[in-house]
């Protein structure tokens, strides 16, 4: 049954008409290789974001700020890496990198390496690039909001503070008070 609806996929129009024209079309293979990269990270933030609510092990005053860091940084992660490795993607800034490393270089097959430069660096780029780089400066401050707009119902009151606000002297404080933190 399995191996009957993989071999249905795997012969199906659609994927061989996909396949062809990411052998054909480098700046289509590299998008294809960029999109896939962040379905995966687009699932995987968005089930830490459903666990990270229901984790009993995180004290329950401080899993909203954790599950919006953590939806923050897939949104963030998402909309940067599509951003970065598209613009990577594209040929005329593919050309202008390649010559910028390997103007002086001698390839065997000079159509094969640029085809594996350009789905490598759009790729590899767009990961470190955005995601190590650009998601920490943008997904703290979202989370922040995030976290203010959905999670906290401030009243006259009761002033509280985000999560992200308050400091380990804080904790130590609450501890030294006797109150759990």
């Avoid at 909203?64 to 940084?73: E, G, H, I, K």
């Avoid at 430069?117 to 989370?143: D, K």
């Avoid at 002297?169 to 006797?178: W, Y």
Wanted: some cysteine; aromatic content about 8%.
């Amino acid at each position: 049954m399995k191996t009957n609806l993989l071999n249905r996929i795997t012969n199906s129009e659609l994927v061989n008409k996909h396949i062809n024209k990411a052998i054909k079309d480098d700046t289509f293979a590299a998008k294809t290789l960029v999109t896939l990269n962040v379905a995966k990270d687009v699932f995987a933030y968005g089930a830490r974001f459903a666990t990270t609510m229901q984790n009993k092990e995180i004290p329950e005053e401080q899993r909203p700020f954790v599950a919006s860091m953590d939806l923050m940084s897939g949104v963030v992660t998402a909309a940067m890496q599509i951003g970065v490795g598209y613009s990577l993607a594209n040929p005329k800034i593919q050309n202008k990198i390649w010559d910028k490393f390997f103007q002086n270089c001698k390839f065997d097959n000079i159509v094969a390496a640029k085809k594996g430069f350009s789905q490598i660096l759009a790729l590899i780029g767009s990961t470190i690039l955005a995601e190590r780089i650009l998601v920490p400066l943008i997904a703290t401050p979202a989370a922040e909001k995030f976290e203010k707009k959905f999670f906290h119902h401030n009243t006259k009151t009761e002033q509280q503070r985000s999560l992200s606000q308050i400091t380990f002297a804080d904790f130590e404080k609450d501890i030294a008070n006797g109150i759990d933190a």
